[in-house]
């Protein structure tokens, strides 16, 4: 039994995991973040950022390296 609650649970993690990575990746949700917690992005539109982060995919090193 507590090898089926660990199997379930894993399952359930990367569920959420994949989740969570459609959702911040959304160009809108991911525009919002980086205006609000990036500071070399708050002068910048939601539509500048989104233009910045076209084609930029979750977990991709790109992503950190647009506003460095």
């Known amino acids: 039994m507590q090898q089926l609650n660990l199997i379930t ?3 359930k993690t990367i569920m959420y995991d994949q989740y ?3 959702l911040i990746g959304h160009p ?3 525009s919002r973040i980086i205006s609000c917690f ?3 992005a708050k002068h910048l539109s939601l539509d500048e950022i ?3 982060i076209k084609g ?3 977990g991709d090193k ?3 390296l647009i506003f460095i």
């Open 9 to 11: 649970s894993s399952n």
């Open 20 to 22: 969570c990575k459609i």
């Open 28 to 30: 809108y949700m991911l």
């Open 38 to 40: 990036v500071e070399e």
């Open 50 to 52: 989104k233009k910045l």
């Open 56 to 58: 930029v995919r979750i």
């Open 62 to 64: 790109m992503s950190i």
